[in-house]
């Protein structure tokens, strides 16, 4: 018989120079959090083993330039770490109870495209403590750079996270979540569900198909960029299916105001660097060989696509700020008993596709909400579909930007016997409110 000795296998590195079970083991004795959070069954080394393989076969893009991914290029980006500070401020307070202000230190968040780091280091630049963030990535270079940092990351993919069942407050996706391709989706989204808590958040972020930084990404990134970007964006329908079919309750899709926002000592200084941001952020070498000749066409490009760059004085001197919208959508956890979380699913027209007015002020949804609950819905990106609070008070009604404002209604939710079901005050829409929730086969006759 043939003597097999098993400590001949090389185990496939997780780390730059460190098997899983090793680096395991270096996180939970540098960072004691990973001793409630690791699932014992997934971080079993066998287990592992086929985790890490699999890892390592998918993860390039985000590698270094050897590989021929464009990490380091969009770490060198990520140093100024308030480069998005308003959309990442706006994807922490929708952790909130309210949705309206960044929680603190003891909520546990995991960033599932954490990268670098570049939001737990947002958040340890704010004036009062935040969330505590664990970053998560499948490359390893992101997690190294983490680490060096001294910053708490785990390598990961998004679609088998070692992190044990209920155990997290808040998981974010964000920053990437088009990398994840069709299977990956539905997948990320029910690792999601089942890390969380009863009454853990999930906040899913990315940009609408055919929405300006969609077509920036089609037609500028993907012919430039080291690694291309073949890569789909997210329709509003598609976000709110995935969230709904994975469990979440109390969803709601809607749009957030997210800028690069880029900093100089004077007014061109801070275009520049706000041109350099994106040069590097996206490894575009296709754009030309030199950093001025780069940003050049990358200047002359961006009208047609993302609009113009503003420049103003700011407490840091000037900043530069290119206008971005992205998409976002959030869902909750049921608690056992259901209890803070309900049914009601609101329709608000979407002026990006249907060319209605954008409401102008929070606490308004928009002019489409009227047209709901019960009929027939105007199909596809016309819609954008939430799934709301039944005791929402006009003054917690659904803004149309970050901010919902809705901490749900204490009642039983769900598809509730018809029997069950009592109409609830709608968030103010205009005025309307006490429509009732759809019930499953109104609610399945509209997905898309
Ligand atoms: C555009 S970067 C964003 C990084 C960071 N969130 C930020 O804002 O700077 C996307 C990140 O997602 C990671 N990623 C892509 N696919 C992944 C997957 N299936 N599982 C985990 N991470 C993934 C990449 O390695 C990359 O670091």
């Given at each position: ?21 090793a680096?395991?083991?270096?996180l939970r ?12 069954g ?63 230190p003891?909520t ?10 570049t ?7 704010l ?26 990351a ?11 069942g209920g ?26 569900f ?15 198909t ?8 089609d ?15 997210f329709?509003r ?13 109390d ?5 957030i ?20 941001h ?27 696509m ?57 606490g308004?949804?928009?002019s ?81």
């Open positions: 018989m043939l003597a097999f000795d098993q400590s001949v296998i090389t185990e496939p590195l997780y780390l730059e120079d460190l098997p899983a079970p680096a395991l083991q270096m004795s540098r960072f004691p959090v990973f001793d409630r959070l690791l699932d014992p997934r971080t079993a080394p066998a287990a592992l083993r086929d985790a890490v393989a699999a890892m390592n076969a998918a993860s390039w893009e985000f590698e270094d330039a050897d590989t021929g991914g464009r990490g380091t290029a969009y770490n060198l980006a990520q140093r100024a770490t308030d480069n998005r500070a308003p959309g990442m401020a706006a994807l922490l307070r929708l952790f909130s109870p309210g949705f309206d202000r960044i929680p603190g003891e546990l968040l995991l960033d599932v495209l954490g990268g670098d780091g939001l737990a280091r947002f958040v340890n630049g004036d009062t403590p935040g969330p505590m963030i664990v970053s998560a990535d499948l490359s390893r270079l992101m997690v190294e750079a983490c680490l060096a940092r001294d910053l708490p785990l390598r990961q993919a998004a679609t088998h996270s070692l992190i044990r155990a997290l407050d808040g998981v974010l996706i964000a920053y990437g979540s088009h990398h994840l391709n069709d299977d990956d989706r539905p997948a990320a989204v029910a690792e999601a089942r890390t969380l808590r009863p009454g853990g958040r999930l906040v899913l972020h990315d940009f609408e055919g929405g300006s930084t969609a077509r920036w990404f037609r500028v990134v993907h012919p430039w960029s080291r690694t291309g970007h073949p890569h789909r964006h329709t329908s598609e976000m709110f299916s995935l969230l709904t079919a994975a469990g979440f309750r969803v709601r899709v809607m749009d105001d997210d800028p690069f926002t880029l900093h100089g000592a004077d007014a061109a200084a801070a275009r520049d660097a706000l041109l350099d994106l040069d590097r952020m996206y490894d575009l070498v296709g754009a030309g060989d030199t950093p001025a000749s780069r940003r050049a066409r990358i200047a002359a490009a961006l009208p047609d993302l609009g113009a760059i503003r420049v103003a004085p700011s407490t840091h001197g000037w900043t530069a700020r290119l206008a971005r919208t992205a998409l976002v959508a959030i869902g909750t956890r049921s608690t056992p008993t259901g209890a803070g979380d309900c049914a009601h699913v609101r329709y608000c027209s979407h002026p990006a596709a249907g060319g209605h007015p954008r409401p102008a002020a929070a308004r949804s928009g489409g909400a009227d047209a709901h609950a019960g009929r027939a819905a105007p199909s596809g990106r016309q819609l954008e579909l939430r799934r709301t609070s039944a005791a929402a008070s006009p003054a917690r009604a659904g803004p149309a930007r970050a901010g919902p404002g809705d901490a749900g209604c204490g009642r039983r939710h769900g598809y509730q016997p018809a029997g069950d079901r009592r109409p609830g005050p709608w968030p103010s829409a205009g005025g309307r409110s006490g429509k009732r929730p759809l019930d499953r086969d109104e609610w399945r006759n509209l997905q898309p």
